[in-house]
């Protein structure tokens, strides 16, 4: 959980999501960092639940990546440009996902059904 939102300074614990603050302060989530900076993907959807194991190894290796290669290091990846392309992205599948309604299966059905056609858009 967000040491901001416990409203608790340790002086032992780091959070991890001021190390990687964008602009003006904006915090990224721990799977955004962890696929962009780490290229795992944490909490995926297919598990039951979050696993705080998971997520304090991914805040660890954000720390130690930090400290090993520093801000500049971190300044080059563009979190904020990368972060506004995942949320297009998200806003997109969310839009395609409610064009096939609620089930998200449907959708990938669709898009595999186009992939074996020999004629994009058309079903087999």
């Known amino acids: 959980m967000d040491l901001r939102v416990l409203k608790m300074i340790h002086p032992y614990v780091i959070d991890t999501s001021l190390l990687y603050a964008g602009k003006q302060g904006r915090r990224f989530k721990l799977t955004f960092l962890a696929r962009v900076i780490l290229g795992k993907d944490i909490q995926c959807p297919n598990k039951l639940g979050r696993d705080g194991i998971e997520d304090a190894r991914a805040a660890l290796e954000l720390l130690q990546y930090f400290l090993k290669y520093g801000p500049k290091k971190i300044a080059e990846f ?8 995942q949320e297009q992205g998200d806003k997109e599948e969310a ?24 004629t994009p858009g058309v079903r087999v």
Request: glycine share 10%; aromatic share 4%; charged share 25%.
């Open 78 to 85: 563009n979190l904020e440009a990368l972060a506004a392309n």
């Open 95 to 118: 839009a395609h996902m409610s064009a096939f309604g609620s089930h998200p299966g449907l959708g990938l059905m669709k898009i595999k059904e186009e992939e074996e056609s020999d």
